[in-house]
């Protein structure tokens, strides 16, 4: 058995509009558990302005994600062949118009969990955001195989959990993480 037979999905491939739907219904789930965790803990919201300078930070750190993300893709064949593992999956059958869908949802939902409320659950110092990126990278695991993209988010966790930290705004994550997502997602699409 070659190394590309075990990286089939165990799956069958979803529609597009079972990506959709899902990736619809795992957003209102992170956001159920957020706002059920809220409700019970003793802290607040990690709170967000609209800010210029929080965009623009939001906005660099995405093209610094992206660009690392492509470095990763480029020079590191395991990275390469979870990606195109997990992203196959999730891309494959979407549209581009779709990719929007594909930033927001999961850039809002996982923010809002991971960042706007895990880091001041657990205190908004740096073992909070080593437990939400941890975190942050096993909602990415699609497989035992996958674990070369679960160390990458795991990373990407620690970048935006630290944006987070710095910045005390969230929009700085969420911008990036939709920026990230959108961008990532557009060039693999137009390349596969």
């Not at 939400?132 to 070369?148: A, E």
Request: aromatic share 14%.
């Amino acid at each position: 058995m070659t190394q590309q037979q075990k990286q089939e999905p165990k799956i069958p491939y979803m529609t597009r509009t079972q990506v959709l739907v899902a990736m619809g219904v795992t957003a209102m789930i992170l956001w159920l558990i957020a706002k059920v965790w809220l409700y019970f803990g003793n802290f607040y919201l990690m709170s967000w302005q609209w800010e210029m300078k929080a965009l623009l930070l939001g906005i660099g750190l995405g093209l610094t994600i992206t660009g690392l993300s492509g470095l990763a893709y480029q020079y590191c064949p395991p990275y390469r062949q979870s990606a195109n593992f997990y992203l196959e999956l999730i891309l494959k059958p979407l549209t581009l118009p779709d990719l929007i869908w594909l930033g927001l949802l999961p850039g809002l939902s996982e923010e809002l969990l991971f960042r706007g409320v895990m880091l001041p659950a657990f205190g908004l110092d740096h073992l909070a955001v080593f437990f939400s990126s941890l975190c942050f990278g096993v909602l990415h695991l699609s497989g035992v195989q996958q674990w070369p993209y679960v160390v990458w988010a795991t990373i990407v966790g620690f970048i935006l959990g630290y944006s987070a930290v710095w910045s005390n705004n969230l929009l700085v994550p969420i911008v990036a993480h939709v920026l990230t997502n959108i961008l990532s997602s557009y060039l693999w699409k137009v390349s596969h």
